[in-house]
């Protein structure tokens, strides 16, 4: 498309300028985006690993857990491993890989989450590709205030971002840190933001009790639910990280085990980089990764057999000579799709995420982030997390970086449908109609067509080089922030009931008189 | 990697001024860079199409073959048709598919190209994938002297790096069209150029008799063979496209023929853009594209029946609006994994490009290039034109752009190498010895590994955004243009036989004086 109504000179005409273009787009809406969909991903999936090879990680994992064992430091969880067979020693739990292959048959291989919008129901596994917004960056950037730390207005304008493209199915974690509000009571401010001003499936940290306890009790009002319908089905979702290698703290498993009593979905993804908290070999470093998420796996199954339960891979390599961590690198594809074909073999649904390494939302984000992308689908992957705005590996979330995932994210949505193939699409009455050295454009084949034959980008720029250089040379990044402007302007909440907003509020204000959480954690 | 080496900063401290993150290179090497290979692409394609969808798409280019049939402008072509069975009205010329299938059994799977360097030796088809540079654009761009027409000078500077990179495995058409040659000598002072700076595997352009029959006598003359020794195998090869819908011109024929006749290889690619030069169904365009391609190969063959040919694709979407070609759309991925069914069907290698239509090389020119480059490695492509530097649909050549590619092109050949799998590679010990808690950096496992174990970026920059910002938060085309600066600076040609280079500048010299070309074409 021509991105008349985007660039910086368009401005001008008002903010419903539109532009010569004449895109159509629903009302109140900035750009022409693809509708709400959950995309299905029916490609076979890349295997970088022969059956033996599958075997030969199976059977690392297995050992470790056999043989090497992993510290769970909390003796609740010691206590369920102990009493299901495991051998304790201290904080480091062994398990047999009969227990491990038992329980993991318990694993629904797909599961939906319901938000209080319905219409944002999720489903997990299978084939089926859901992606969310980037979590937990400490600082967010833009083209006009550069980077600074978060806030909770940097927050508030991420989350409506979150909310407004159909392409971001779930809000992750906080897609910026806002560290104006204190830590006693940010997850209340947070999480009363990110269920009024979305109605996408939330997260919860495990960040200690009240925390994770305060999020369950917001979502369940959110929803209109009584305790009972809350913990019926998955409602919301947590993510927990190991402390690799071989290690999993308290508070992510006192977290994720309270989830799991409430019938709610965790993700256990270890952080695994290759040589740093991993073998710096690819597949030694996944083999890892998985006997640590195996681990936590069998832990959640054992206390609610059945729970929803997903796997994460975060298994990337480092530059070797400063220890920074690289991603979108030919090595972290490798491991994603690898990671891929142990969750399959486990039978688990799988988490990876668009990462790139980059400091700026320049052609190297765009090529990492592709390679992500690329690694997510050709592995088969259910949930992509910082699926838009990440940058720096993760410490930072870009406005403009945002808006410019979106874009490549709508065009895997479109790369996801299927090819249809019949008389109509092969075409050979038009390709005899138009005849040697004629022309398709007025055809009525093409006319039946032209408006939804191909996938229009809000964000790329099709133009000629003339048009481009005359509309002033505007680089991507800058088509972004006048985007992400508009929609933050013109913003409108998901409608909420007024009761159920007070209800909100009364708990939010109800929790931060009696302190909010502590915050020693 | 960090690449204080290229930053622009570090230019004060010389030529070789090298850097605080101490790269090793090769004497005279500017970059670290992968040795030169022939990447090895194992991985099983993506296949939009079932069984079913790849015999319709057969069925319709038959029929076009068929009951459309293929305008065929050289009365040469028309005549050897003619008499292998084909039914002729005018130029117009229908073939069997009994014909055509019987033909196709005769193409190699597999073929070599041997340049006057026979260590650059490209084997094409089969899983083996090869790069060449950017191809015929009329302009060219860096971000010192901006856009501006080709001339002499631009030409050799492109065709310097593509000699530099190693993972440029073929010098394409000219890498931008040097305006100050006149047309009639151009060719001559092009190849010498090419022949002397290069000493990878040559093209020749089939516009009109003489540029072709003196290119391959250049080629000959270059490689130091007699005329029989040529003939015996390929050398060079050239690329024609036909002028879809339906036609194939007659220079193109005519070159295709002159080489097939003397044993060279002609890649046969329709240029297909859907909803104006072919149906707007992107099936329908693969179909066109397919009759359109195996036409000429089916000529090819009847002149000399197992000559080296291979079948490019070049279908992609249009902006339905303006008419402008869009490329690295999802579209245009599908249809190229949709082109490598096909020319698996008929037992023919492929080429296709890495294309994209961004007007500067920003973010949108990385998101298109990296999705032209997983469309070309999912569907098994073989050879894969203007790999490197091509920008505004290959209206420009960008030397910052061939440098960002390059960097991408390295990571597709990382990305290609096996998974090894062994007990060093699970690294059950490595993790047992560290154990929980403990760190891998220093690890007996990790420090006989480390240095080889991942691949170094050249571009990329990985440091963190404090490091990045003080070193003058350069942008990545801004670090290619210091790359590039610094190749040309250093570059040294190929070593040629004196002997052989005066027999080339002697033909260049009679040549010119016989008028060179004629420019009617």
């Given at each position: 498309m021509s991105t008349n109504s985007t660039e910086p000179r368009a401005r001008s005409r008002g903010r419903r300028g539109g532009g010569r273009a004449g895109n159509t787009r629903g009302k109140g809406e900035v750009i022409e985006q693809l509708p709400w969909s959950l995309p299905i991903n029916t490609d076979k999936p890349t295997e970088p690993l022969t059956e033996e090879g599958i075997r030969a990680v199976h059977e690392g994992a297995m050992r470790i857990l056999e043989e090497i064992g992993i510290e769970f430091l909390n003796p609740e969880a010691v206590e369920i491993l102990a009493k299901a067979g495991c051998i304790v020693e201290g904080e480091n739990v062994r398990m047999g890989r009969d227990l491990v292959m038992e329980t993991l048959k318990g694993v629904p291989r797909t599961f939906t989450i319901t938000p209080r919008n319905p219409e944002r129901t999720l489903e997990i596994g299978g084939d089926r590709m859901v992606f969310g917004?980037?979590?937990?960056?400490?600082?967010?950037?833009?083209?006009?205030?550069?980077?600074?730390?978060?806030?909770?207005?940097?927050?508030?304008?991420?989350?409506?971002?979150?909310?407004?493209?159909?392409?971001?199915?779930?809000?992750?974690?906080?897609?910026?840190?806002?560290?104006?509000?204190?830590?006693?009571?940010?997850?209340?401010?947070?999480?009363?933001?990110?269920?009024?001003?979305?109605?996408?499936?939330?997260?919860?940290?495990?960040?200690?009790?009240?925390?994770?306890?305060?999020?369950?009790?917001?979502?369940?009002?959110?929803?209109?639910?009584?305790?009972e319908e809350f913990e019926a089905k998955p409602r919301m979702y947590s993510n927990i990280n190991s402390t690799s290698p071989l290690k999993h703290d308290y508070p992510m498993l006192d977290g994720a085990m309270r989830l799991a009593r409430r019938g709610q979905p965790t993700v256990v993804t270890p952080f695994t980089l290759a040589g740093a908290m991993a073998p710096v070999t690819m597949i030694g470093a996944?083999?890892?990764?998985?006997?640590?998420?195996?681990?936590?796996i069998v832990l959640l199954q054992l206390i609610r057999p059945g729970c929803p339960t997903a796997i994460g891979t975060f298994t990337s390599n480092v530059d070797m000579r400063t220890g920074a961590p690289a991603f979108g690198t030919p090595e972290y594809?490798?491991?994603?799709?690898?990671?891929?074909?142990?969750a399959r073999f486990y039978g688990l649904p799988l988490r990876a995420s668009n990462a790139c390494a980059a400091n700026t939302p320049d052609s190297q984000s765009a090529w990492e982030s592709a390679f992500s992308l690329w690694a997510a689908i050709s592995a088969q992957v259910n949930m992509v997390y910082h699926a838009a705005g990440w940058l720096e590996g993760g410490l930072c979330a870009s406005y403009e970086k945002f808006v410019?995932?979106?874009?490549?994210?709508?065009?895997?949505?479109?790369?996801?449908?299927?090819?249809?193939?019949?008389?109509?699409?092969?075409?050979?009455?038009?390709?005899?109609?138009?005849?040697?050295g004629g022309h398709f454009f007025g055809t009525a084949h093409t006319q039946e067509r032209y408006e939804t034959a191909f996938y229009?980008?809000?964000?790329?720029?099709?133009?000629?080089?003339?048009?481009?250089?005359e509309r002033g040379a505007v680089q991507t990044p800058e088509r972004a922030n006048c985007i992400w402007k508009r929609i933050l302007e013109e913003f409108e909440a998901p409608?909420?009931?007024?009761?159920?907003?007070?209800?909100?509020?009364?708990?939010?204000?109800?929790?931060?008189?009696?302190?909010?959480?502590?915050?020693?954690?």
């Open positions: 917004n980037v979590s937990s960056p400490p600082n967010c950037s833009d083209l006009d205030r550069g980077r600074r730390t978060g806030t909770r207005e940097s927050y508030r304008d991420l989350i409506k971002l979150t909310q407004y493209f159909n392409c971001i199915h779930f809000a992750g974690g906080y897609p910026v840190e806002p560290i104006d509000i204190h830590p006693s009571i940010r997850h209340l401010d947070c999480l009363y933001d990110k269920l009024t001003l979305t109605d996408k499936v939330a997260h919860a940290y495990c960040l200690g009790k009240e925390r994770v306890e305060d999020v369950m009790e917001m979502v369940r009002i959110a929803c209109g639910l009584t305790h996944v083999t890892q990764s998985m006997a640590e998420g195996l681990a936590a594809m490798r491991a994603t799709q690898m990671s891929g074909q142990m410019m995932d979106c874009e490549t994210l709508q065009q895997m949505i479109v790369y996801m449908r299927p090819t249809p193939v019949n008389d109509g699409e092969i075409a050979f009455d038009a390709v005899k109609d138009v005849g040697a229009k980008p809000f964000l790329s720029d099709w133009s000629n080089f003339e048009n481009w250089e409608p909420i009931d007024p009761a159920i907003d007070e209800e909100l509020q009364a708990f939010v204000a109800k929790r931060k008189e009696e302190g909010g959480a502590p915050t020693d954690f």
